[in-house]
């Protein structure tokens, strides 16, 4: 079984910065992409940004140029660290995971979501 931390969040004033981390426990799986989402109040979940295994990263609009997501492989970690912050970033950030198992010459994939973070931006 995998679990997913979150931490970093918190309330800070428009223009600061936050950095998200996100580490998994648990053995017998590996990593492929991971990623951050958030949700505001009344919105959908978005995906805010990803990166791959090899290290390619993508980002919504939105934020380009002021978020910055990397990965630590040997601790299991994706790290976002977020500037220039919005109110309009204001949300619950998740992270989630893509994993692969092998069992009975078998791989098997399985998403898994962090409990979330919230991030408050203030004006």
């Known amino acids: 079984q995998v679990q997913l931390v979150e931490s970093g969040g918190g309330l800070v004033q428009a223009g600061g910065s936050l950095r998200l981390s996100c580490a998994a426990s648990?053995?017998?799986?590996?990593?492929?992409?991971m990623a951050w989402y958030r949700q505001a109040p009344g919105k959908q979940r978005e995906l805010v940004a990803q990166?791959?295994?090899?290290?390619?990263?993508d980002y919504a609009d939105s934020v380009k140029g002021r978020f910055t997501i990397s990965r630590d492989n040997a601790k299991n970690t994706v790290y976002m660290q977020m500037n220039s912050l919005k109110p309009e970033d204001t949300a619950v950030y998740y992270c989630?995971?893509?994993?692969?198992?092998?069992?009975?010459?078998?791989?098997?994939?399985?998403?898994?979501w962090g409990q979330g973070t919230q991030v408050t931006v203030s004006s």
């Open positions: 648990g053995s017998g799986f590996s990593i492929n992409a």
């Open positions: 990166i791959t295994s090899g290290g390619n990263t």
């Open positions: 989630k995971f893509g994993t692969r198992t092998y069992s009975g010459g078998n791989v098997h994939y399985r998403d898994y």
